[in-house]
């Protein structure tokens, strides 16, 4: 009763947040959300790998190969990481900056070449 309580006072919390956030300007409410977004996937993968440490603990202290558990957790976490990195790829992209193809470096609008590995932006 009590973890009932505290999850709707969470989500009563959260939705105050997105209303206060959609009475900015679009581009502001599109990066927090997206922000929100990549700060969930991170968390989510901190959880994964929290997950896989411990799996592979056990499976190592009794000797065994690693579970079919644990590889799906591996694959899973390839796809959410090229997730995060999509993700931090449009927050950039939704505060003007140009991301670079070649090394992921968030560059200014202006710049004609990323100035993290030289690559021609546009
Ligand atoms: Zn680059």
Known sequence: MLIVGFFEGAL????EVLDCAEKKTNE????SKLRINAD???SQISKDYETLGNIYYQLVEDGLEPAEEAKE???QLVEKNERLVA????IAESKGNV???KCGFANYDSASFCSACGEKLK
């Open 99 to 101: 991301v670079c193809s």
């Open 40 to 42: 969930t996937l991170n």
């Open 73 to 75: 957790l591996v694959s």
């Open 28 to 31: 502001v409410v599109n990066t």
């Open 87 to 90: 993700l931090k790829k449009k």
């Open 12 to 15: 009563e919390k959260a939705k």
